[in-house]
């Protein structure tokens, strides 16, 4: 078999590879060392061979760390377990900090959960059957060498996970006098903590500006025309009243002229009752169904300018939610970083397209529209798909925009080729 191409140390770089691992795992990383030195022309620090002596271990790890591409680790419940794995570990969260990406390509080789560290990188699952572990960590490696060779491995070291609700916004409906009135204001109880003070109070303001224009939006002025409840009601109220209406006069106009017939009766309360009561009630439907949706309509173009404004810039994502058990509407302020996505789309976009501006355009564009065709399947966050690979940190393993994209993307890539 041919050797695949060798990746070209980076500079100040010896190794490619820092091989991570503990001592219960010894043998499974040496057969993994070989296969990657030998299939792969991968140079691996291999402590056993490769520390040098009269050296403290620590400094051993930092030095070979700091001069090696990658630092692969085998997770195994030992692994988590061992104080030195822990230490490599920090190191490498460490040194992708120093180099801005993720240089730390974790092996699962139990059916464990990954430890907190590494929770936010993909990783190769050596546990699913005919997974050539490998060559997974060859084409890792080769992210940084070629851009063309493999996706990004973006690592978000984020405390807040793309998708986490920071501010929600909900509906109070009082009724006075029979008549609902609502407005829109901030729900405490869910706010989160953003430790960034600065955007934190960005936040708030945009949060401010927003229910100041959702206050004053017809959908809140004109609330009753809006509230199917009130609207309900209203219809019952007007057909009891226009059937007693209707029925009075007649009944007594039949007493005076003395004839009460059976027959009298049904001519008389179809023409008079039944017929203008169904004509009514249709016109009345139609002015309820037309009411309802204008008024939705209403709120979405008002959060979806305060999304189009504060999306690249806040890294937020307001969107009009429904709560399923009463027609109150909500706001839900999304944590989301679309940077890390849009990187990802221009990466993928660079096979087909040449001009920077026009890849650019294009991977903004590709975002937005996924937003806005999705807006409701994101308020909800429970309705988006689950993903094993949690690429950009997205909240409770959800797919990510970009996860999602992915098909578009390469699909784009066969039309255009
Ligand atoms: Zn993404």
């Known amino acids: 078999m041919d050797l695949p191409p060798p990746i070209n140390l980076p500079y100040g770089k010896d190794y490619h590879l820092f091989m991570s691992f503990c001592k219960e ?50 997770v195994s419940q030992k692994f988590k377990e061992n104080f030195m794995c822990k230490t490599e570990m920090l190191y490498g969260i460490m040194a992708s900090h120093k180099l801005c990406e993720n240089s730390m390509i974790p092996v699962l080789l139990e059916n464990i959960e990954m430890p907190r560290e590494l929770q936010t ?9 005919g ?6 960590i060859y084409k890792a490696c080769l992210f940084g060498a070629s851009t063309t060779s493999i996706l990004p491995n973006v690592i978000t070291f984020q405390e807040l996970f793309n998708g986490t609700p920071l501010r929600v916004l909900k509906m109070v409906v009082k009724w006075k006098r029979c008549i609902p009135v609502a407005c829109f204001e901030e729900d405490l109880e869910m706010r989160m903590d953003i430790s960034d003070e600065d955007r934190s109070r960005k936040i708030d303001d945009m949060c401010n500006a927003l229910l100041d224009d959702l206050n004053s939006s017809k959908f809140i002025t004109n609330y009753k025309l809006n509230s199917t409840k009130f609207l309900c009601r209203a219809w019952c109220i007007f057909l009891l009243g226009l059937t007693s209406l209707a029925v009075l006069p ?66 937020v994502l307001p969107l009009l939610k429904t709560t399923p058990e009463d027609e109150r509407k909500q706001i839900v302020i999304l944590n989301y970083d679309t940077e890390e996505c ?58 990510c925009i970009c996860q999602y994209l992915e098909p578009t993307l390469y699909s784009r890539k066969t039309e255009n080729v």
Not at 41 to 56: A, M, Q, S, W
Not at 121 to 129: F, G, K, M, R, S
Not at 367 to 395: G, P, S
């Open 25 to 74: 795992d010894e043998e499974r990383a040496f057969l993994l060392f070989k296969e990657l030195e030998e299939k792969y022309n991968l140079k691996c620090l291999y402590h056993i061979r490769d520390f040098t002596p009269g050296v403290t271990v620590t400094d051993n790890i930092l030095n070979g760390i700091e001069k090696s591409m990658k630092i692969v680790y085998l």
């Open 121 to 129: 990188i993909n990783y190769v699952d050596a546990t699913l059957e």
């Open 131 to 136: 997974i050539d572990v490998s060559e997974k």
């Open 250 to 315: 007649l009944l007594l106009y039949l007493i005076i002229e003395g004839d009460i017939s059976e027959q009298a009766l049904n001519g008389w309360s179809s023409s008079l009752v039944i017929v203008p009561i169904i004509t009514v009630s249709c016109g009345y439907c139609g002015f309820w169904i037309r009411q309802v949706t204008l008024g939705s309509k209403s709120l979405e173009r008002i959060i979806w300018k305060y999304l189009l404004n504060n999306y690249e810039t806040l890294k």
């Open 342 to 399: 849009e990187k990802f789309c221009k990466f993928v976009l660079k096979n087909t397209l040449v001009d920077e501006n026009e890849i650019q355009r294009t991977a903004k564009e590709l975002i937005r529209k996924f937003i806005f065709e999705n807006r409701e399947k994101l308020a909800m966050w429970n309705d988006l798909e689950e993903y094993k690979y949690n690429r950009h940190n997205t909240f409770m393993q959800k797919k």
